[in-house]
């Protein structure tokens, strides 16, 4: 019988590569005749290039050639980025390349390039774009749509409230309501009003985003930093505007991307270009203070928030709207935001109002848990702040208000496949004994309090209908060959495993093929929004089933009786109850020899037309497995994290120190536990670090940022979380998918934020700071009766 | 002239290895040159390419500033030791726990094995607006960008200042003041010492350093005498997070006591000056003043008077007090 | 500019003036040596006296009082509080330049401040109780004067000049000059000095300059970038390090025309307030300065002026 492979504990095949340093990330590529190229960013967060004179440059030593905004792709007449600008949006935004022999000689004709620079007006606040009279992002206005730039203003009586420092409900680019938000908060027993905001923080990817190219016989060969594999060739593809099968992409390793490098990403198409322009490989190494401009940020909200209660904790209305600082190219999060909200409290009556502003600060993008993570650690205090009101227990308030399976949400009222956030909290609160700490709440010993806090975290966690495509080799192994990014995760290698187990084999047994598409990769989804595990446990599944009844076929041809008397198992199909059996290794060859189907030479029709190119590639080479994920299923797929803190907060110092830490998973079938756990651990540490220590500031008189290392960001680090922090999962599967595993990469962070905003605000008496980060000096200051230096500016320090 | 960021621009390294071969590079190359420790400092310069030397002159192969010996009175700690060394010294432990306690306070582990004590102290402000390669008065220019009325200053001085509102990042330094600390200085043709609480200078002196070291100095030595051994030392940091972080405040202090009763005492607090600053006042008004809350309250008053925040650091002012007052409450 | 002036780069990258070099201070010391020392040689060379004239008394003294006031207290008061104000600002200025460290900001701006107040008091003064037209305008006979006084300097072979009046040409020429300059240096130190902290206010290191990347709003109230925020700033340091250098060579020219021994009298005559008669008649002209009554002997510009015959020692009384 062969090991049970979901569910267990294996060392990822590339743990030794990794640890030892063997591991080639982009930036350790090398090919002959490679040259370096660096960037010359903007030193203005708006500005038109009126000249550039790279003559002295060019003539120094080792000095190649120049790549300027007009030799890449522009994006014309509406917000969009192009790799290279000549009217860059941010301070930081790349102005054009160099490239030189060795990088220190491009980094020193960078700085003998002269750029004449045209300062342009420019927004760092989304409330100052919003000002009458403020100023705009675009110079043609600060809002687009119907395919041109306009203005969007409030009035100056909005602005005395925000002085005042709550936010006013000024007019909005998008709403949605449901159920009757007046005739409701009129029922409600207790009505609560906050304005809260919400920093913007960078995404800090351990590896940036350098990137090493060139071209060979009309091919580019991209060795990239990027969260997925397949969808990226595809998208560098479309931004050079070449035949994908003329992209080959090396992407092994990836050191973290957080929603930053989701697939392909803009500036890689400067080394593409540049390579091609000059005739010789070039890499382009991105440095940690570039990263910090280029490499995208979570976007920051402003907000406002009305939740009433009933007496007995229900959650029965929430009016919420939220500006969102979006950087110069927009983002989404606000739009989700409000979903998450309504999934989380379910409340029934609800308005979301929401607009989304465009600022000239870094490039705003996807930051694991995009929207959902920022609006539950906005609003956890309040849940603290009503349930004190009301005289309930948190848990039992967010019990009452936590979704159960028939759940819709949102303004289409949308479903979910399965949720399990009522259990998560049940098991989470058992765990962490939080009736136990009860007690614990509120007291103050010394300088110190203690405070315990609840964050409920939901996040999108699956999709569908992607392609799952193995080999089985004349070896006898099973190639499975995996499109997805290798982004630390592990889902790479365990989205394998239910192939492996259909297949009854062993995990030495397998072989994972991944990271170079010239090795043949299906359609895949992109690494992000938590969807792998879910979308490709399944398209695993289906090419195992595929392959499972093509290995019983083959025996069932070669050895005599139908595909049904046969079973298998260790790398052996057998006749049931004894008799002829042939290794997985025969039966490689004996597809091979069959061909059509079984060796890959005919393919299903449903499978995406760029899984294609791959079989094909691999047609001939042994038993192929490949098919479609059809399982289909309705509803969203959704994971949970209900999370747990304990803190301390010293009244003298503003320091909180985080005592104790337990999150529980609703995330279906756990797949590889161990990974499961530094997933939500992980993430529950970026969520703390989200909710009390990460920032971007900038001086608001030159638009320029200083939190541009990680020593000023202030990314959480070991000693700021307990050691001992606890993960569990419920392991309840989910009924529509055949592995029942969801994803896990996002809800964790929204958990530990939302818990560590909670618990502070239970350390401080029922009293909510509505700001993060929730940094000593802003909470000493609260607690000393020192007036606050802010309002509701969005990047301060 | 364009700027570009995070790339060494190439200098000449020497290796000296006497002091006197120091010295003589140093004098060789004046401005031009580049005194190296253990590097947490400068590579930050280096790699932003504002500070540009020609030559640098590595002291980590100088074996007689390395190392801690037992001394005439007291330790004698080379500049060149490194902060784990200290940490992890016993002597230090035993008789002197506030360095070693500072010391420990110092970023990471990793720093810390390469970090000095004479790097330590003798670092730079991390002043965003000086890091970021403004030219301010610091660097030369004539605006103080971080005392602007709108300026991102939750990190600056509170008081000590003269037109630079940048603090001192050290974490071993208050200790240093605290423990009466000698600085031996050795120029080309002389050697100094001086208290510790001399070693650091503020802007209204020299606007552009924060030591008394000057092109052609060499702190070779840290002397801790023996007068504060055994003390009742109170060392706190605090800072935004828990490791890899200069403090917002921190506090070090020394009391010799009987009882509750403080005979003696030196305090200092770092990171709300562009010095440590010594509280002569909170000194004053706790030797041989027996320790009861109030008077721990009010050493805390005293500790920030005179002190002006600005628009962003004004919980700077109870952040000290409170330290100070724990401080001295840690007494009783 | 290069060596004269610095520039620096602003937060854009932009190149904006600075100030003015340290080589420009040095080369103001050395240009202040350069003319003390070469007026002094020279002035030997051409066989000048090197002691203070004098003159037969009996000439005609009549009317004339022994004592002759030159300056009255409020004026000498006036005079040296400037001065040592002045000199305070300079070697605050200068002097840790050269390397001797000390706290200098605040004892600069407080010697400004008082240097402000003397100057207000003096403007006051010499408006409302003296003949502030008259020592201030300069006509064709000041000029004659001069040109007269240079010529001997330059050539022994012509003519003793005119003696001057109250004020020689060459002293007003100075004062006028000094007051350009340091009204440039107090104007621009001023604003410089709204950029530290004071008791009085905030610092600022925009302020009162349109000098910041947002530089105003148009006339429609929107934010108007600015073109080169820095620029109005460096232009203030350099004004005031020109002003600041010139000061140097003016005041040493001043203190070694002070100290000389041929004109001592002038000296004296701000220490004490008065010179004796033989100073008065060996120096100055009876006619442009006249100090028989209390009438003002002469419309301008001749020099004299109402407090030296208001306050002086009547020879009749």
């Keep these: 019988m062969a090991e049970k492979i979901i569910g267990t504990d294996i060392a990822p095949q590339d743990l030794v590569a990794k640890i030892t340093g063997r591991a080639k990330y982009a930036e350790d590529f090398r090919a002959d005749g490679m040259v370096f190229a660096k960037l010359l960013l903007s030193p203005m967060p708006h500005a038109r290039v009126r000249g550039v004179d790279a003559t002295r440059a060019l003539a120094m030593p080792g000095v190649i050639d120049i790549l300027r905004a007009d030799e890449v792709r522009q994006i014309e007449g509406r917000p969009g980025e192009a790799s290279l600008t000549d009217e860059p949006l941010y301070e930081g935004q790349p102005i054009l390349a160099v490239a030189a022999e060795t990088e220190e000689q491009a980094a020193a004709a960078i700085e003998a390039i002269e750029v004449d620079f045209e300062p342009l007006p420019f927004v760092l606040d989304p409330l100052d774009s919003l000002r009458p009279n403020g100023p705009n992002a675009y110079t043609g206005g600060n809002r687009f749509g119907g395919g041109e730039f306009s203005e969007l203003k409030w009035t100056e009586a909005d602005f005395e409230e925000i002085e005042a420092g709550r936010m006013p409900n000024g007019e909005a680019a998008v709403e949605w309501t449901k159920g009757d938000i007046d005739a409701a908060f009129s029922e409600s027993d207790l009505v609560l009003e906050e304005s809260i905001v919400h920093q913007s923080l960078t995404h800090h990817p351990m590896e940036p985003r350098s990137a090493m190219m060139y071209w060979e016989n009309g091919k580019l060969h991209a060795f990239v930093s990027t969260q997925s594999a397949q969808r990226t060739k595809y998208a560098i593809a479309g931004t050079l505007n070449i035949d994908p099968e003329d992209v080959i992409l090396v992407a092994e390793y990836c050191g973290g991307g957080f929603g930053s490098k989701i697939s392909g990403n803009t500036h890689m198409e400067v080394p593409a270009v540049f390579s091609r322009k000059i005739g010789r490989p070039v890499m382009l190494r991105i440095t940690r203070y570039e990263e910090n401009y280029i490499g995208r940020a979570r976007p920051g909200f402003q907000s406002w928030l009305k939740m009433g209660f009933l007496a007995d904790g229900t959650c029965n209305a929430i009016d919420l709207y939220i500006v969102q600082e979006s950087g110069p190219f927009g983002a989404s999060d606000f739009n989700t935001a409000g979903m998450i909200a309504d999934l989380v409290y379910t409340p029934q009556n609800m308005r979301f109002r929401g607009i989304a502003m465009y600022t000239n600060t870094p490039p705003k993008a996807a930051q694991r848990g995009p929207g959902g993570a920022q609006i539950v650690i906005m609003m956890e205090p309040i849940l603290e702040k009503a349930a004190r009101q009301l005289g309930l227990d948190r848990l039992e308030v967010h019990l009452k208000n936590a979704p159960d399976p028939d759940v819709g949400f949102g303004p289409r009222n949308s479903t979910l496949t399965s949720v399990h956030a009522k259990e998560a909290l049940e098991k989470g609160a058992e765990i962490f004994d939080w009736a136990g700490k009860q007690e614990l709440s509120g007291r103050v010993e010394g300088s110190k309090s203690t405070g315990i806090g609840i964050g409920l975290s939901p996040y999108t966690a699956g999709s569908r209908g992607y392609d799952g495509l193995m080999v089985i080799r004349p070896d006898g192994k099973l190639y499975v060959h995996q499109g997805l990014g290798n982004l630390g995760t592990h889902s790479i290698m365990d989205t394998a495993r239910p192939a492996a187990e259909i297949l009854n084999l062993n995990w030495d047994q397998v072989e994972l093929v991944w990271g170079d598409s010239s090795r043949g990769m299906p359609r895949s989804s992109v690494q992000a929004g938590s969807q792998t595990t879910h979308a490709h446990s399944r398209a695993n599944h289906a090419a195992g089933m595929d392959a499972r009844a093509k290995v019983l076929e083959v025996a069932a041809q070669t050895l005599g009786g139908s595909p049904s008397n046969y079973d298998m198992d260790n790398g052996r199909v057998f006749r049931r109850g004894g008799g002829a059996s042939m290794t997985f290794a025969q039966v490689a060859e004996r597809a091979i020899e069959l061909g059509g189907k079984y060796d890959g030479h005919e393919l299903p029709d449903n499978i995406h037309a760029t899984t294609v190119p791959a079989a094909n590639m691999l047609a001939g080479q042994g038993l192929m497995g490949v098919a479609r994920d059809n399982y289909g299923g309705s509803g969203g797929v959704y994971s949970w994290v209900a999370g747990f803190a304990l803190v301390e907060l010293d009244r003298e110092t503003g320091v909180v120190d985080i005592k104790e830490y337990v999150a529980v998973t609703d995330c279906g079938t756990v797949l590889h536990p161990r990974s499961l756990e530094a997933q939500v651990l992980g993430g529950s540490v970026q969520g703390i670090g989200q909710a009390m220590t990460q920032r971007w500031v900038f001086d608001p008189k030159w638009g320029v940022p200083f939190a541009n290392r990680l020593y000023t960001a202030r990314p959480p680090g070991i000693l700021d979380v307990p050691l001992d922090m606890k993960a569990d999962a419920l392991g309840i599967p989910d009924p529509q998918t055949p592995v029942g595993a969801k994803g896990i990469g996002e809800p964790p962070v929204g958990a530990g934020g939302a818990a560590l905003t909670s618990a502070v605000a239970d350390a401080m008496g029922g009293h909510c700071l509505c700001r993060t980060p929730l940094t000593p000096d802003i909470i000493l200051a609260e607690l000393e009766g020192l007036s606050q230096p802010f309002t509701l500016e969005q990047h301060i320090g | 002239m364009a700027i570009i960021r995070d790339m060494i621009p190439a200098f000449e390294l020497f290796q000296p290895t006497t002091v006197e071969d120091a010295l003589a590079l140093m004098a060789e190359h004046g401005e031009a040159g580049w005194v190296l420790a253990g590097g947490l400092d400068s590579y930050d310069w280096f790699k932003d390419r504002i500070k540009r030397p020609e030559a640098v002159i590595d002291l980590g192969g100088i074996d007689e500033l390395n190392g801690i010996s037992d001394g005439q009175d007291g330790l004698e700690i080379g500049a060149m030791t490194t902060l784990t060394e200290i940490v992890r010294h016993e002597r230090v432990r035993s008789e002197y726990m506030l360095l070693a306690d500072a010391a420990e306070h110092v970023a990471t582990p990793q720093i810390r094995n390469q970090g000095t004590l004479g790097g330590n102290i003798s670092q730079d402000t991390r002043c965003w607006y000086y890091r970021s390669g403004w030219a301010c008065y610091r660097a030369g220019g004539n605006t103080c960008y971080a005392a602007a009325p709108q300026a991102m200053n939750r990190e600056h001085a509170i008081t000590g200042t003269s037109r630079c509102v940048a603090v001192n990042p050290s974490d071993t330094a208050p200790a240093l003041v605290a423990l009466d600390a000698k600085m031996t200085v050795r120029g080309r043709r002389s050697s100094s010492v001086y208290d510790a609480e001399d070693f650091f200078i503020g802007p209204a002196t020299d606007i552009t350093r924060m030591t008394i070291l000057e092109a052609g100095d060499l702190l070779t030595q840290i002397d801790i005498p023996s007068e504060w051994a055994n003390a009742h030392f109170y060392y706190e940091k605090v800072r935004d997070r828990g490791s890899w972080d200069f403090q917002l405040v921190s506090v070090a202090a020394a009391f010799k006591t009987s009882g509750n009763t403080i005979e003696d005492a030196r305090i200092a607090v770092n990171g709300i000056a562009p010095f440590p600053v010594r509280l002569d006042a909170v000194e004053r008004l706790v030797i041989g003043a027996a320790v009861d809350e109030a008077l721990a309250v009010e050493a805390g008053e005293i500790a920030i008077d005179g002190s002006r925040p600005l628009k962003h650091n004004e919980y700077k002012q109870p952040m000290t007090s409170n330290l100070v007052r724990r401080a001295v409450r840690s007494v009783a | ?317």
């Excluded at chain 3, 004004?239 to 003016?250: D, E, K, R, S």
């Design chain 3, 1 to 317: 500019m290069g060596r004269w002036l610095d520039v620096e780069l602003n937060p854009w990258g932009q190149e904006v003036l600075q100030g003015v070099s340290l080589e420009l201070m040095y080369l103001a010391i050395l240009l202040a040596v350069l003319f003390v020392v070469g007026h002094m040689l020279w002035y030997r060379s051409r066989g000048f006296s090197e002691h203070e004239e004098t003159v037969d008394v009996q000439e005609s003294v009549a009317g004339i009082p022994e004592r002759i006031v030159r300056h009255t207290l409020p004026s000498r008061i006036f005079h040296w509080t400037m001065g040592a104000s002045m000199l305070v600002l300079l070697i605050t200025a200068f002097v840790p330049l050269l390397g001797l460290e000390f706290a200098w900001v605040t004892i600069h701006w407080i010697a400004g401040a008082v240097l402000i107040l003397t100057i207000i008091y003096h403007v006051i003064h010499s408006i409302v109780w003296q003949d502030f037209w008259s020592m201030m305008s300069m006509g064709a006979k000041d000029v004659r004067e001069a040109v007269g006084h240079f010529r001997h300097l330059l050539s022994s072979k012509s003519p003793e000049p005119e003696k001057p009046g109250k004020y020689p040409f060459d002293h007003r020429m100075y004062h006028q000059g000094i007051v350009v300059v340091s009204l440039a240096a107090i104007v621009t130190g001023v604003l410089m000095t709204l950029r530290i902290k004071t008791p009085f206010w905030e610092p600022n290191a925009y302020y009162p300059f349109v000098d910041q990347a947002v530089a105003g709003m148009n006339e429609m109230g929107e934010p108007v970038i600015s073109l080169m925020p820095g620029a109005a700033t460096g232009l203030v340091f350099v004004i005031h390090g020109i002003a600041g250098v010139a000061l140097i060579i003016m005041v040493a020219a001043h203190i070694y025309f002070a100290i000389r021994p041929d004109k001592r009298y002038y000296l004296w005559g701000m220490i004490r307030g008065w010179i004796d008669r033989e100073q008065y008649l060996a120096h100055f002209d009876p006619d442009k300065w006249s100090v028989v009554d209390g009438s003002i002997q002469e419309s301008p510009p001749g020099g004299a002026i109402a407090d030296s015959t208001v306050s002086a020692p009547r020879a009749d009384d």
